[in-house]
């Protein structure tokens, strides 16, 4: 199974793909989809379209796991996150490929077993997880490949459950 994980932003969108095989886990991409400020956010949507469908058609994910959108006190930047979030549905559902949302608790649950768990914590605990050199940087990068690999450890179990 090959993961998309996405930390959905406008100006930053981290990304990260992850594969479980035999049982393990490893890292095979990461980084940040940055739109430059200033640009419409017309051109800055497409732009991020036209990066998530490269990764979609350069890694073939079975999924996309996004982190879902958390209201906290800025709405102008829930909004922003809504939009990315939009777009990344659009070009996965372009590719036929199958999306999943997780909570940021989730997330921090799920791979640090704590949903209050800080950002440092989550990315040393990604390092862990995939066995890699160093602590993916930036952060959004970090909280993708944290997305995925939620995904890839809780889709093996819940396809176990479905009737």
């Known amino acids: 199974m090959i993961v998309l994980g996405i930390d959905p932003g406008l100006a930053n969108t981290g990304y990260g793909v992850v594969a479980r095989r035999d049982g ?3 890292a095979f991409d990461e980084g940040v989809i940055a739109t430059p400020a200033g ?3 017309a051109r800055r949507l497409v732009a991020l379209h036209d990066a998530i469908r490269a ?3 350069a890694h073939r994910p079975d999924a996309v796991a996004l982190e879902a959108l958390y209201f906290g006190r800025n709405a102008q930047s829930a ?3 809504g939009q990315a979030r939009g777009v990344v549905l659009l070009a996965a559902g372009q590719a036929g490929v199958e999306c999943a949302d997780y909570t940021p608790q989730e997330v921090k649950g799920a791979v640090c077993g704590s949903g209050r768990a800080d950002k440092e914590q989550v990315g040393r605990m990604v390092q862990a997880l995939l066995a ?3 602590a993916p940087a930036p952060d959004h990068a970090a909280d993708a490949l944290a997305v995925a690999i939620c995904h890839a450890n809780h889709a093996p179990l819940a396809a176990a459950l479905a009737p």
């Open 24 to 26: 393990r886990l490893a």
């Open 39 to 41: 640009t419409p956010v």
């Open 55 to 57: 990764l979609l058609d």
């Open 79 to 81: 909004f922003a996150v």
């Open 132 to 134: 890699l050199p160093r």
